[in-house]
C-alpha cells in the first residue's frame, strides 16, 4: 500500500537493526525448475491440510446426520468451530513470530491430527463437540503464509500468498472427491481417520524440511524472553493506525461474502433446486476460478498495477457483483455473477494480506496475519445466524443488496483513503 505506518530504521527497537546474513537459501529441484525447499515444502502441506479439510467437511455433515444431530445443532457445531479458530489465530500467529515457521506448521497439523481422530472416535453429539476444540491452533494456512511472508520480498509478497491459495484451492477440489470416494466403500469414520493420517504425514515433512527460523532477522535474547502470548501486544498491533484501516476493511467487505456462503448451500437446494451433485459441481467451479485468480491473476496484477489500485476496483468490481446477484434467476446466471464476484474478492483478500504484513515488523508479521484470519472467523461465527435471518424473511436478493450496500461505502471509503 502507499501508506505504511511503520516507523524508519532508527525508530525501530534493537533487535530489529540486527539482520540475518543473505546466505543462499536451500533449493529443490522439480522438473528442472528451482524452487526454495521451504516453500516448495509449504505448497506440499497446503495442498495437504486443503485436502483433509475438505474431506472431513464433506462428510461431517453425513456423520452427524448419521448420529441424528438435527440442523439446529449441526450450526452450533460450525459456529463452535468459528469461534474457536477466532480465539487462536492471533495466539497462534504470535507463537510462529516467537518460536519460528517449522513449530508454527507442525502445532497446526498437530492440532488438525487431534480434532481429525476425534472426529473418527466420535459416537455422540459430545464428542463431535469435543473433535472440534483442537482446532483452535488448525491454522496451517496463516503458517504457509507466515513462512512465505518471511521468505519474500515485499514487491514479490501478494504473488506469492496468492500461490499459497492455488495450492489450497487443488486440494479444495480433490478433498471431496477422496472423501467421497472413502465414505462410499468404507465410512464416514474412515474419511476422518484418512484426514488424521494425512495430517500426521505434513507434521513429517514439516519436521525434516522446513528449517526452524525463517525469518530475515535475528531475534535476540531481549525478544526470546518475551511471552509467547501477549494479548496486550496483540491489541497493540491490531489497533495500529494502517492496520486498522485495513482490518476494518476486511471485515465490512467481507460481512457480505461470508453470510451468503453460509447460506449457499441452503439456497443451491431450495432457490434453484439443484441436485447434491449438482450442487458440487458448482463448489468445484467456484473453486477452480479461485485457484486461477490466486494463483496466476494477482501475480500478474501486482505487476502492473499498484496495490492501492487493484484494492480500489477489485471493490468497484464487487459493487457491481453483488447488484447483479440480487437480480440472479438461475444456476447460468448464477455461473456468470459468481466470475467477477470471486476476481474481486480474491484479489482484494491477498492484497490486504500483504499489505497488513508491511503495517509492523518482521517479527511480528505472523500476529498480522493471525488478526486477518481472526477477522474471518469472526464473520464465519455470525454468518449462519444472520444469513438464516435475511434468508428467511427477506428471501435471496437480499445477498445482493447487502452487498452492493455494504460494498458502495467500502469503495467510496477507499477511493478517499487513496485518491492520488
Excluded at 480434532?115 to 472440534?132: E, H, K, N, P, W
Excluded at 507434521?203 to 528449517?211: E, M, R, S
Amino acid at each position: 500500500m502507499t501508506e505504511n505506518p511503520r516507523t524508519s530504521d532508527d525508530d525501530k527497537s534493537p533487535e530489529m537493526k540486527q539482520e540475518m546474513p543473505p546466505g543462499k537459501p536451500d533449493e529443490v529441484n522439480v522438473f528442472g525448475w528451482r524452487f526454495n525447499k521451504a516453500v516448495f515444502v509449504t505448497h506440499i502441506n497446503i495442498f495437504l491440510y486443503s485436502t483433509c479439510f475438505w474431506i472431513q467437511t464433506g462428510t461431517l455433515p453425513y456423520l452427524t446426520k448419521k448420529l441424528g444431530v438435527d440442523p439446529v445443532m449441526f450450526g452450533y457445531l460450525q459456529t463452535t468451530f468459528a469461534v474457536v479458530q477466532l480465539a487462536g489465530g492471533p495466539l497462534f500467529g504470535q507463537f510462529g513470530d516467537k518460536m519460528g515457521g517449522q513449530a508454527a506448521m507442525m502445532l497446526a497439523f498437530l492440532s488438525a491430527s487431534c480434532s481429525y481422530v476425534l472426529l473418527g472416535m466420535a459416537g455422540t453429539f459430545l464428542m463431535l463437540f469435543i473433535s472440534r476444540l483442537p482446532s483452535v491452533f488448525m491454522h496451517a494456512m496463516q503458517a504457509g503464509q507466515m513462512i512465505v511472508t518471511d521468505t519474500s520480498s515485499e514487491k514479490d509478497r501478494a504473488g506469492a500468498l496468492g500461490m499459497l491459495g492455488l495450492s489450497y484451492g487443488v486440494g479444495m477440489v480433490i478433498g471431496p472427491f477422496i472423501g467421497g470416494l472413502v465414505t462410499k466403500f468404507f465410512s464416514e469414520q474412515f474419511a476422518a481417520y484418512t484426514a488424521f493420517l494425512g495430517s500426521l504425514f505434513s507434521v513429517y515433512l514439516t519436521w525434516q524440511f522446513i528449517p526452524q527460523k525463517t525469518k530475515r532477522v535475528v531475534i535476540t535474547s531481549e525478544v526470546k524472553e518475551q511471552s509467547v502470548l501477549s494479548i496486550k501486544k496483540i491489541l497493540q498491533l491490531a489497533t495500529a493506525p494502517g492496520a486498522l484501516f485495513l482490518l476494518t476493511v476486511r471485515a465490512l467487505a467481507g460481512i457480505p461474502i461470508g453470510v451468503f456462503q453460509s447460506m449457499f448451500s441452503v439456497v443451491a437446494m431450495e432457490t434453484f433446486k439443484l441436485l447434491p451433485e449438482q450442487n458440487g459441481y458448482m463448489m468445484s467451479y467456484v473453486g477452480i476460478l479461485t485457484m486461477i485468480v490466486q494463483g496466476l491473476g494477482v501475480k500478474v496484477l501486482t505487476k502492473k498495477f499498484s496495490e492501492n489500485d487493484i484494492l480500489k476496483w477489485s471493490s468497484f468490481l464487487l459493487v457491481w457483483s453483488y447488484l447483479a446477484l440480487a437480480f440472479v434467476k438461475d444456476i447460468f446466471q448464477m455461473c456468470l455473477v459468481m466470475t467477477p464476484l470471486v476476481v474481486g474478492l480474491a484479489s482484494s483478500n491477498i492484497v490486504i494480506s500483504s499489505a497488513l504484513t508491511r503495517t509492523v515488523s518482521a517479527l511480528d508479521t505472523g500476529v498480522m496475519l493471525g488478526l486477518n484470519m481472526a477477522v474471518n472467523s469472526f464473520i464465519r461465527s455470525l454468518s449462519p445466524t444472520v444469513g438464516g435471518y435475511l434468508l428467511q424473511y427477506f428471501g435471496f436478493p437480499v445477498f445482493g443488496y447487502l452487498g452492493f450496500t455494504m460494498l458502495s461505502f467500502v469503495t467510496v471509503l477507499l477511493f478517499i483513503k487513496f485518491r492520488e
